[in-house]
């Protein structure tokens, strides 16, 4: 293990990072010294520029891939090389925002009439006219429900 290595590792257990976050870190840097056949000491910004314009276009890398290389890369030169660097020298890419997921009328009937069983049938078919999260769904008890206005209220117990 090199001089260099060994200090971004010792940095990384002072700051108690996660055993995942320090070995990502490790093999993140690794690769890219290894991909410029140098020490990262001896790389700066426009080579790290370099490299994460290779990660999206060459290994055609997606945003949420690029961040632990980024992370890195930061920690590296930032906390173990001390330099002064900006958050410029190491841009986070712009995650793209997804429409979410919206299912037509008969999505929705295949999917209930496939399950087999009418209890389970009917805690999702609840859970998703409600529009419940799954922690919600599981605490909801027959006493919550308003069965005379057939509406669940806001808070068990609560008018709404």
Excluded at 28 to 43: I, M, T
Excluded at 125 to 148: C, F, P, W
Aim: proline residues 8%; positive net charge.
């Amino acid at each position: 293990m090199t001089p260099l290595r060994e200090r971004m590792l010792h940095d990384m257990q002072i700051r108690n990072l996660a055993d995942n976050t320090q070995k990502s870190h490790l093999l993140q840097v690794a690769s890219f010294a290894r991909h410029f056949h140098r020490s990262p000491d001896l790389l700066g910004p426009e080579v790290i520029r370099a490299w994460l314009v290779y990660l999206r276009e060459e290994r055609k890398l997606a945003p949420g891939s690029l961040c632990p290389a980024i992370g890195a890369l930061r920690f590296r030169y930032r906390v173990t090389l001390k330099r002064p660097w900006s958050d410029e020298d190491f841009p986070l890419p712009k995650k793209p925002v997804r429409p979410p997921l919206i299912l037509s009328l008969g999505e929705i009937t295949t999917f209930f009439a496939s399950i087999a069983s009418l209890k389970q049938r009917t805690i999702l078919m609840n859970a998703y006219a409600a529009g419940l999260r799954v922690s919600e769904a599981v605490h909801l008890k027959v006493t919550d429900i308003d069965s005379q206005r057939m509406v669940i209220p806001c808070e068990p117990g609560e008018e709404s």
